[in-house]
């Protein structure tokens, strides 16, 4: 996705000023897949999150259980 991000900026960067229609759609089709990353770093994030509560419970119980034996 970063290549990607990377060739509309540099297609949006070369292009005339008489191509302002095209540049324009370039630039709403890199905010889009901008969009897209922070969309996919938030939802890895997320999940993170989530992985992480559980296996600090489960460190606590085992912790618990070990203390109580």
Do not use: K, P
């Not at 996705?1 to 759609?25: F, K, P, T, W, Y």
């Not at 889009?32 to 938030?42: E, F, G, T, V």
């Not at 509560?53 to 070990?66: F, M, N, R, S, W």
Request: charged share 25%; aromatic share 6%; hydrophobic share 50%.
């Amino acid at each position: 996705m970063q290549d990607e991000i990377e060739r509309l900026n540099g297609e949006i960067a070369g292009l005339c000023e008489h191509e302002s229609d095209r540049r324009v759609a370039l630039h709403n089709r890199l905010w889009l897949r901008i969009n897209d990353a922070d969309q996919a770093i938030a939802e890895l994030g997320f999940w993170l999150a989530i992985v992480t509560v559980i296996c600090v419970t489960e460190a606590v119980a085992i912790g618990l259980l070990c203390c109580f034996r």
